[in-house]
């Protein structure tokens, strides 16, 4: 299988000589083309940090990211800006919506910037809108939807440049029940139907059943792996199972 | 802590914030204590002539930005005050009595007043030597001008800033004490939202404009007094809905049409003007009119001064000329000429005669050409082609000091006939030496009427290089009795005349550039005030993918948007009133109205400029 992301000897470091703070320590990471990447971990065992390096928004203290074989640590940040751009999608906690954009011009958004001739946004913004159910939602504003119609119209933004990741963080985090399970097969079918490669990050476990593989993240160190081989409820308990061992997740859930 | 220790503590802390509204202020005051004591100035005091015209020019400037003030300190002061409901709400909150917040954050308005209004004085006192020379210069006023400090000025100024601030202190404290935690509360949170398009409104704002132009250009059917109300009232409310609802109906056809808004940062920066214009109607409305106003008297005090420099030849056509029908005389007059060793240029000599009942000269239309043909006026052709005269047609040269006529007439009577009056205009015939209107008769018609009145013959003379002609006044002076000859002469011209259009210019330069500076701090605000809202925005982009250079972009439209729609409606309305005042003056106004955009926009474009910076810093902290 091809490999779409591949971390080596990631580092991060907080603070100065006396007091560093390792959040991210020498992590190596494969990702594959297809996969479904769920990262957990207690609060404070380094998950965003983690997220947010391998997405590009934040720069490692040492280490190299390799996309596709491409170092991005040597990309300047005009480069890396288009790079983000083209090649990665975000869905984040709080939607990240433009409210003075309607439903359509935020999915249309990365591809309006890199100036995309507007006949194919167009019929973009209309296939990926259909497909996550909001046909009718398409003129409207983000102030006039519910929660859960938000971030789907994160996760079509997200899918418009056809990337080689998804990143999602925390991306049930607002939504109430019922709305993060129609994300969450969403993003299943996302996975499924386009083949796209999704990480996400989160520390629910319900979430992280829909994922197909789950790394535990500690103290800024992979923890464990393990992968889905058996139905969605029984790697629900596994992921339960192993929260309690680590120590401090179960607290979190109830 | 008491609350006066808070009020100084968050003045220091937001003085940076404040930068501009301070200098604007000090300014203000600098000039507003310069207008008042030149007034007190001994030098000036003591040039007679001149000193009526600036007593009242200064008199009506200071007057003019005494309005201009109370809106700009009462406009930014509720403007500061809603920026920082937050704060309010959050002192509130903790238990403190509306009445004290009030009183902390009325009287750092207060503070900065203060502050501006101590400064101002010293800098406008440090200044006010170079302010009277300035002016003694472009006023021609030939005086030496000894520093002075005018007691008067000072306390004058005192009185009118304490006034204007005591009403803005307690405007912000009584708005502050009816508020509600509620609603203090509320206003943060307030979600904006797409503002609703009123097509009705838009349209018809378009037309109110269109009424209002048609008013101002027709103001001698309606009555000048009339028409200019009208229009100030009709363009005020055409403006407003302009920019409410027109602009939006604009901006919103952008947004639908995707192959335009899809295209690089237009996405960005034009949703943003479409969602904020509602909120920002109403400064973008009191921009225009402002800089309407900005523009419209600066261009009417360089159109004055224009009008001036370019009147001269209309008033001083000739280097001498004078009135006398003794042969004699004139060869004596001319004997004179030539001894002064000066080359005679032109040698005009035409008949009139006197209406006395009328108060105006009549010459015969040959006459009329050949003056113009040689005096070498531009466009003459022109000119004299609509000069073709029936036996009751005439044509009516306005008297060359004449700056602006209100009252049009279209027949005159003229020893019991009357005659239409076919065409009115201005141009160079006798100039002040004989400063009469002028009535230009068909030829036949003229010797009709020659007979009831006495005939003159005037005698214009164009010297080349004229040299020594102090001297050769006195010298005619002599032979000619000055009174009953109208001997005129470019000395006497140059002896009386001073430049009291300098005095207007100079003044409402001034006044120009204390309003460009409130205007350009006004929008300079609100710009930053959604700077602060936009910056969660940007910083989404970011994360999405933009880069540095688009998002500058981006921004740049964004506010440039917000600049330029008011600087062109506002150009629009302006030229329009400098077109209606050319009319009235009979004068082509064209240069000094395109100078005076000109200046205001090279002004207004440096405070875009700073605005963006500004803007870009905020968004990318």
Same mark, same amino acid.
Request: charged content about 20%.
């Given at each position: 299988?091809?490999?779409?992301?591949?971390?080596?000897?990631?580092?991060?470091?907080?603070?100065?000589?006396?007091?560093?703070?390792?959040?991210?320590?020498?992590?190596?990471?494969?990702?594959?083309?297809?996969?479904?990447?769920?990262?957990?971990?207690?609060?404070?065992?380094?998950?965003?940090?983690?997220?947010?390096?391998?997405?590009?928004?934040?720069?490692?203290?040492?280490?190299?990211?390799?996309?596709?074989?491409?170092?991005?640590?040597?990309?300047?940040?005009?480069?890396?800006?288009?790079?983000?751009?083209?090649?990665?999608?975000?869905?984040?906690?709080?939607?990240?919506?433009?409210?003075?954009?309607?439903?359509?011009?935020?999915?249309?958004?990365?591809?309006?910037?890199?100036?995309?001739?507007?006949?194919?946004?167009?019929?973009?913004?209309?296939?990926?809108?259909?497909?996550?159910?909001?046909?009718?939602?398409?003129?409207?504003?983000?102030?006039?939807?519910?929660?859960?119609?938000?971030?789907?119209?994160?996760?079509?933004?997200?899918?418009?440049?056809?990337?080689?990741?998804?990143?999602?963080?925390?991306?049930?985090?607002?939504?109430?029940?019922?709305?993060?399970?129609?994300?969450?097969?969403?993003?299943?079918?996302?996975?499924?139907?386009?083949?796209?490669?999704?990480?996400?990050?989160?520390?629910?476990?319900?979430?992280?059943?829909?994922?197909?593989?789950?790394?535990?993240?500690?103290?800024?160190?992979?923890?464990?792996?393990?992968?889905?081989?058996?139905?969605?409820?029984?790697?629900?308990?596994?992921?339960?199972?192993?929260?309690?061992?680590?120590?401090?997740?179960?607290?979190?859930?109830? | 802590?008491?609350?006066?220790?808070?009020?100084?503590?968050?003045?220091?802390?937001?003085?940076?914030?404040?930068?501009?509204?301070?200098?604007?202020?000090?300014?203000?005051?600098?000039?507003?204590?310069?207008?008042?004591?030149?007034?007190?100035?001994?030098?000036?005091?003591?040039?007679?002539?001149?000193?009526?015209?600036?007593?009242?020019?200064?008199?009506?400037?200071?007057?003019?930005?005494?309005?201009?003030?109370?809106?700009?300190?009462?406009?930014?002061?509720?403007?500061?005050?809603?920026?920082?409901?937050?704060?309010?709400?959050?002192?509130?909150?903790?238990?403190?009595?509306?009445?004290?917040?009030?009183?902390?954050?009325?009287?750092?308005?207060?503070?900065?007043?203060?502050?501006?209004?101590?400064?101002?004085?010293?800098?406008?006192?440090?200044?006010?030597?170079?302010?009277?020379?300035?002016?003694?210069?472009?006023?021609?006023?030939?005086?030496?001008?000894?520093?002075?400090?005018?007691?008067?000025?000072?306390?004058?100024?005192?009185?009118?800033?304490?006034?204007?601030?005591?009403?803005?202190?307690?405007?912000?404290?009584?708005?502050?004490?009816?508020?509600?935690?509620?609603?203090?509360?509320?206003?943060?949170?307030?979600?904006?939202?797409?503002?609703?398009?009123?097509?009705?409104?838009?349209?018809?704002?378009?037309?109110?404009?269109?009424?209002?132009?048609?008013?101002?250009?027709?103001?001698?059917?309606?009555?000048?007094?009339?028409?200019?109300?009208?229009?100030?009232?009709?363009?005020?409310?055409?403006?407003?809905?302009?920019?409410?609802?027109?602009?939006?109906?604009?901006?919103?056809?952008?947004?639908?049409?995707?192959?335009?808004?899809?295209?690089?940062?237009?996405?960005?920066?034009?949703?943003?003007?479409?969602?904020?214009?509602?909120?920002?109607?109403?400064?973008?409305?009191?921009?225009?009119?402002?800089?309407?106003?900005?523009?419209?008297?600066?261009?009417?005090?360089?159109?004055?001064?224009?009008?001036?420099?370019?009147?001269?030849?209309?008033?001083?056509?000739?280097?001498?000329?004078?009135?006398?029908?003794?042969?004699?005389?004139?060869?004596?007059?001319?004997?004179?000429?030539?001894?002064?060793?000066?080359?005679?240029?032109?040698?005009?000599?035409?008949?009139?005669?006197?209406?006395?009942?009328?108060?105006?000269?009549?010459?015969?239309?040959?006459?009329?050409?050949?003056?113009?043909?040689?005096?070498?006026?531009?466009?003459?052709?022109?000119?004299?082609?609509?000069?073709?005269?029936?036996?009751?047609?005439?044509?009516?040269?306005?008297?060359?000091?004449?700056?602006?006529? /209100?009252?049009? %007439? @279209?027949?005159?009577?003229? &020893?019991?006939?009357?005659?239409?009056?076919?065409? $009115?205009?201005?141009? =160079? +015939?006798?100039?002040?030496?004989?400063?009469?209107?002028?009535?230009?008769?068909?030829?036949?018609?003229?010797?009709?009427?020659?007979?009831?009145?006495?005939?003159?013959?005037?005698?214009?003379?164009?010297?080349?290089?004229?040299?020594?002609?102090?001297?050769?006044?006195?010298?005619?002076?002599?032979?000619?009795?000055?009174?009953?000859?109208?001997?005129?002469?470019?000395?006497?011209?140059?002896?009386?005349?001073?430049?009291?259009?300098?005095?207007?210019?100079?003044?409402?330069?001034?006044?120009?550039?204390?309003?460009?500076?409130?205007?350009?701090?006004?929008?300079?605000?609100?710009?930053?005030?959604?700077?602060?809202?936009?910056?969660?925005?940007?910083?989404?982009?970011?994360? /999405?993918?933009? %880069? @540095?250079?688009?998002?500058? &972009?981006?921004?740049?439209?964004?506010?440039?948007? $917000?600049?330029?729609? =008011? +600087?062109?409606?506002?150009?629009?309305?302006?030229?329009?009133?400098?077109?209606?005042?050319?009319?009235?003056?009979?004068?082509?106004?064209?240069?000094?109205?395109?100078?005076?955009?000109?200046?205001?926009?090279?002004?207004?474009?440096?405070?875009?400029?700073?605005?963006?910076?500004?803007?870009?810093?905020?968004?990318?902290?």
């Amino acid at each position: 299988m091809k490999v779409v992301l591949e971390t080596r000897k990631l580092k991060k470091e907080y603070g100065s000589k006396d007091s560093i703070f390792k959040a991210i320590d020498n992590i190596d990471l494969k990702v594959y083309e297809g996969e479904f990447l769920g990262i957990m971990g207690p609060s404070g065992a380094g998950k965003t940090t983690l997220l947010n390096m391998l997405s590009t928004i934040d720069k490692p203290t040492s280490g190299n990211i390799y996309y596709e074989d491409k170092d991005i640590g040597n990309m300047k940040n005009r480069e890396l800006s288009v790079f983000r751009r083209n090649n990665i999608g975000f869905i984040f906690q709080d939607f990240n919506l433009l409210d003075s954009m309607s439903v359509e011009d935020n999915i249309a958004l990365p591809l309006a910037l890199s100036k995309v001739n507007s006949k194919e946004i167009k019929s973009k913004v209309e296939k990926l809108s259909s497909f996550f159910g909001l046909k009718d939602q398409i003129k409207k504003y983000p102030y006039q939807l519910s929660g859960g119609q938000k971030q789907r119209v994160a996760a079509a933004r997200a899918l418009i440049t056809s990337p080689s990741i998804v990143f999602a963080d925390e991306p049930t985090g607002a939504l109430d029940s019922k709305s993060s399970q129609e994300l969450l097969q969403c993003l299943s079918k996302m996975n499924e139907e386009f083949n796209t490669t999704i990480i996400m990050v989160t520390h629910d476990a319900f979430s992280a059943s829909y994922c197909k593989r789950i790394l535990f993240i500690k103290d800024g160190k992979i923890h464990t792996r393990i992968d889905k081989d058996s139905s969605r409820k029984e790697f629900f308990k596994r992921i339960i199972d192993l929260l309690g061992s680590m120590g401090g997740g179960v607290d979190e859930l109830f | 802590m008491n609350s006066f220790k808070i009020a100084i503590v968050n003045f220091k802390r937001n003085i940076k914030t404040y930068g501009l509204y301070v200098m604007a202020m000090i300014f203000s005051v600098a000039t507003y204590y310069n207008f008042l004591s030149m007034r007190y100035n001994p030098q000036f005091l003591e040039h007679e002539e001149a000193s009526g015209y600036i007593q009242s020019t200064a008199m009506s400037a200071s007057v003019l930005m005494v309005i201009f003030l109370v809106f700009f300190i009462v406009y930014s002061t509720n403007f500061f005050l809603n920026q920082r409901k937050k704060e309010i709400g959050v002192y509130a909150f903790m238990g403190i009595d509306n009445s004290k917040v009030g009183f902390i954050f009325a009287s750092e308005g207060l503070l900065l007043g203060l502050l501006s209004l101590i400064i101002g004085l010293g800098v406008g006192i440090l200044f006010s030597k170079l302010f009277m020379m300035i002016l003694a210069k472009v006023a021609l006023l030939n005086m030496k001008i000894d520093f002075f400090i005018s007691k008067k000025a000072i306390i004058g100024t005192i009185i009118v800033y304490s006034i204007i601030l005591m009403f803005t202190f307690l405007k912000g404290y009584i708005s502050i004490i009816r508020s509600n935690l509620i609603d203090l509360i509320n206003s943060l949170k307030k979600e904006e939202e797409l503002p609703k398009v009123n097509y009705f409104k838009g349209i018809v704002s378009i037309i109110i404009i269109g009424i209002a132009y048609y008013v101002a250009i027709n103001y001698e059917k309606i009555g000048f007094g009339t028409s200019l109300l009208t229009t100030i009232l009709l363009i005020i409310l055409g403006t407003y809905w302009l920019f409410g609802s027109f602009f939006s109906m604009i901006i919103r056809h952008y947004i639908n049409k995707k192959s335009f808004l899809y295209k690089g940062v237009n996405i960005v920066s034009f949703s943003n003007i479409a969602f904020r214009i509602k909120n920002n109607y109403k400064t973008l409305t009191a921009v225009a009119v402002l800089i309407t106003t900005c523009i419209t008297s600066f261009g009417t005090v360089s159109s004055l001064k224009y009008y001036v420099e370019k009147n001269r030849k209309i008033e001083v056509p000739y280097t001498i000329s004078y009135v006398s029908d003794n042969k004699e005389q004139i060869d004596k007059a001319d004997e004179i000429i030539k001894k002064s060793k000066n080359t005679i240029k032109l040698k005009e000599r035409t008949n009139f005669f006197y209406v006395p009942d009328n108060e105006v000269v009549v010459i015969k239309l040959s006459d009329f050409k050949d003056i113009l043909s040689g005096l070498g006026v531009e466009d003459r052709e022109d000119i004299i082609s609509q000069f073709n005269l029936s036996k009751n047609e005439v044509g009516y040269i306005e008297r060359p000091q004449t700056m602006m006529s /209100l009252i049009e %007439t @279209d027949g005159i009577k003229i &020893k019991d006939k009357k005659y239409d009056i076919k065409v $009115s205009t201005k141009v =160079p +015939l006798f100039g002040n030496g004989l400063n009469f209107p002028c009535i230009v008769v068909n030829d036949k018609e003229y010797e009709i009427l020659k007979a009831n009145f006495i005939e003159h013959q005037f005698n214009g003379i164009i010297l080349d290089n004229p040299k020594n002609i102090k001297d050769l006044t006195f010298q005619l002076a002599e032979l000619l009795s000055p009174k009953e000859s109208s001997l005129y002469t470019s000395f006497v011209a140059d002896a009386s005349f001073y430049d009291f259009t300098g005095i207007i210019y100079f003044l409402g330069s001034f006044l120009f550039l204390v309003f460009v500076f409130g205007t350009g701090s006004i929008i300079y605000f609100k710009t930053l005030s959604e700077s602060f809202r936009d910056k969660g925005k940007y910083e989404i982009l970011k994360k /999405l993918g933009m %880069t @540095d250079l688009e998002i500058y &972009k981006s921004v740049s439209k964004q506010v440039g948007i $917000s600049f330029i729609l =008011p +600087l062109i409606v506002g150009s629009i309305h302006s030229i329009v009133s400098i077109l209606v005042l050319s009319n009235m003056m009979k004068f082509n106004l064209l240069i000094p109205t395109i100078m005076s955009i000109g200046i205001f926009t090279l002004a207004y474009g440096i405070f875009y400029i700073f605005t963006i910076r500004k803007f870009m810093s905020i968004v990318q902290q």
